[in-house]
């Protein structure tokens, strides 16, 4: 196994540590967590590139890897409010939606690569986590009030592009619907 998936294996490995620290109360090592699985997504990407180290495990596992990850994350903030339960629906509901549609063409022979939307999407889903994270651990004051504005930014800002990559992928990819 190269170090890429190797990486992307300890992403999936890390959740449930992350999910212990999380529930347990430990919210300083569940934002250590997740910050460190995060940057093995990072890593592992231009690692692949970079040594032409692709290969079908990476391909399905990483992103799958990210789901697991912030999923779990969103999962735990809808159980104790700090997101709304509709709020995850509407993110689950596009990642079921691109997963039929990838289904549907793989059936086809069709492949479809990730398009640069959902990327973005990720990317402002683990910037929202960790200062989401962060919030109740740090002291009332200015820092945290402007912490608290900025993760919800980035919360909404995550859902929004959510929203507007799952319409692009049923858009650009309507003709998988149409075999």
Known sequence: MNLPNKLTLARIIAVPFFII????GHSLIAFVLFILASLTDMLDGKIARKYDLITNFGKIMDPLADKILVYSAFCLMVEDGTIPGWML????????????????????GIVIAAAMSGKIKTVLQ???????????????GQFHDVLAIAARIFLWASLAMTIWSGAEYAIKNKQVFAQ
């Open 21 to 24: 620290a999380y529930m347990t």
């Open 89 to 108: 629906i509407v993110i689950l509901a596009r990642e079921f939606l691109v997963a039929g549609i990838r289904t549907v063409a793989a059936s086809e």
């Open 126 to 140: 683990m910037i929202a986590v960790p200062m989401l994270l962060l919030v109740p651990v740090l002291p009332a």
